[in-house]
């Protein structure tokens, strides 16, 4: 397993990470805890627990997951500005109390465009000194607000959906980010399933449009195909090749599924096959 540096300043990570959530219905937490050793194992170490519902069964087990390499791994999770400042502290409070562990690597402000980012980073900045978080970052938000953001704390992660499909990322976000020596973490690499096979496109209600995600889904095969790898592994390929500071966040409900993803660090692209690639995906949005 490779690794990059997660900003300027930051952890190193492993260069891809692992979105720990559990799948629909119930979850059999042994194989769910052996799929995560799994991943510590094949050396991933950037493991977020943003998206795993608080109320879930498996929340408990974060801790016992992540036990056997604490110190090596960096623990990601995410609190949303909502009913304020103080809301905010009370809600990492309770990520420590529920993952049972003394302190989060990455806590996210989640951002929308009613976040008050000042505020909400000054109380996490509060929760850097007392030790209960090592890093700020943050989860969706704007190029303002990563700026105002990183004003008042140093912001070492932004995490945002970045994908060869959904690349609007790249219209300035990801430039601020560099300039501000953030790393960035993308989430949603399949494109909400779009790349992984589990979107079932006659969902979509558009019948042209469908149509249309189905010829770019064949194309994007098509070149899959001509390199001899699987559709995820291309599209994590292409994320990696963007630049040494994104780290994907694919996630995986089992050991097949991740050691395929990870398969994905040893596939290294052309700038043809890049733009080829991006290209497929241009031409289907304008249609």
Known sequence: MRHRRL?????????????????????????????????????????????????????????????VRRQD????????????????RR?????????E?????????????????????????????EGKIRHLGLLGGTPHQLRRAHAVHPMT???TEYSVVFREAEHELLDVARELGVGVVARCPFARGLLGGRLRVPDLQD??????????????????ADLNVGMSRLALAWLLSRNDDVVPLPSALDPVQLEMDIAA?????????????????DQGSAT
């Open 157 to 159: 992660v932004l995490a």
């Open 7 to 67: 900003g300027r300043n930051g952890p190193v990570s492993s260069c891809v990470g692992l979105s720990i959530l559990a799948s629909q219905g119930r979850v059999d937490p042994d194989a769910w805890i052996e799929t995560v050793h799994y991943a510590i194992s094949s050396g991933i170490t950037l493991l977020d627990v943003s998206d795993l519902d608080p109320d879930s069964e498996l929340a408990p087990l974060v801790g016992r997951a992540v036990d």
């Open 91 to 99: 809600r990492c409070d309770q990520a420590l109390a529920r993952y």
């Open 101 to 129: 562990v003394d302190y989060l690597d990455v806590y996210y402000l989640r951002a929308d465009l009613t976040t008050q980012v000042e505020r909400g980073v000054s109380e996490l900045a509060e929760l850097v000194l």
């Open 265 to 281: 660090v040893g596939v290294l692209l052309t700038r043809e096959t890049c733009d080829r690639l991006a290209l497929v995906f």
């Open 73 to 88: 791994l960096l623990l990601a999770s995410a609190g949303p500005w909502q009913d304020g400042a103080a809301q905010l």
């Open 207 to 224: 019948a042209r449009r469908a149509e249309s995600v189905r010829r770019m889904v064949r194309e994007a095969e098509s070149i899959a």
